[in-house]
């Protein structure tokens, strides 16, 4: 048995920090953890990556952005993700498919039904068994982000906060398996919260590792 939890949330959230935090968390813990992020994880995903957010192109459509994102997703997806999953690591993904809905749909406006058929194609319908939303002020946020600002955090402000709004739109339409994790106050306050988040989901993982099936 497995688990998958992905970390979701505006730029300078703090993901990538609590991403690692949670990795070393679980690691001290002994369980095996792969750890990556998106776009990337995969030569062609870091590729995509680079061009995705540092291109000064500025004639990228929408819709080619979502292809982009959603040709990353598939690698890992297919190289990374489901390999871990099937040797019974825990992965930690810093961004998965519930980006492109907050991003793309929300954030750039593309219809939502074409965005979950596409990101249906890149995951195989694999989902996060947790998301852990990493919930603050946009503009709060950005000004943690160190400069030069690659192209999403060129993006006005109005841009971020409808990002923030898909997410918590996401979030209360499931429940089960997302968790708003309040990001604004310090990393280790933050830390704290996303642990007693995962910590009771790792009890029934330890316990489904063990039982006879
Ligand atoms: P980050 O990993 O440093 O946050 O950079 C990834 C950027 O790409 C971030 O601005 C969010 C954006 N993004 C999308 O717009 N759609 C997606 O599907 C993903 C995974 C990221």
Redesign the pocket.
């Known amino acids: 048995m497995a688990l998958f939890i992905s970390l979701e949330g505006c730029?300078g959230c703090g993901?990538s920090t609590q991403a690692k935090r949670l990795t070393a968390g679980l690691q001290r813990h002994g369980y095996r953890v792969t750890r990556t992020?998106?776009?990337g994880g995969t030569p062609l995903g870091e590729q995509l990556r680079r061009y995705?957010?540092k291109s000064r192109d500025a004639a990228i459509s929408a819709e080619a952005?979502l292809l982009l994102?959603a040709a990353a997703r598939s690698q890992l997806t297919r190289n990374v993700i489901l390999p871990a999953l099937k040797q019974g690591h825990v992965v930690i993904c810093?961004?998965y498919a519930d980006?492109?809905v907050a991003?793309?749909g929300y954030g750039r406006g593309l219809p939502l039904d074409t965005i979950a058929t596409v990101n249906h194609l890149a995951t195989g319908g694999l989902q996060p068994d947790l998301v852990l939303l990493l919930d603050m002020d946009p503009s709060r946020a950005l000004q943690r982000k160190k400069q030069p600002r690659?192209r999403?955090?060129h993006e006005v402000v109005e841009f971020h906060e409808r990002v923030r709004y898909g997410y918590l739109e996401l979030a209360r339409s499931d429940p089960s398996r997302w968790t708003v994790i309040d990001a604004s106050g310090s990393f280790a306050r933050t830390t704290q919260y996303i642990w007693q988040t995962v910590s009771p989901l790792l009890d029934r993982y330890s316990l489904l590792q063990q039982s006879p099936e």
């Open positions: 730029e993901k992020y998106e776009p995705l957010k952005e994102f810093d961004r980006s492109t991003y793309q690659d999403f955090e």
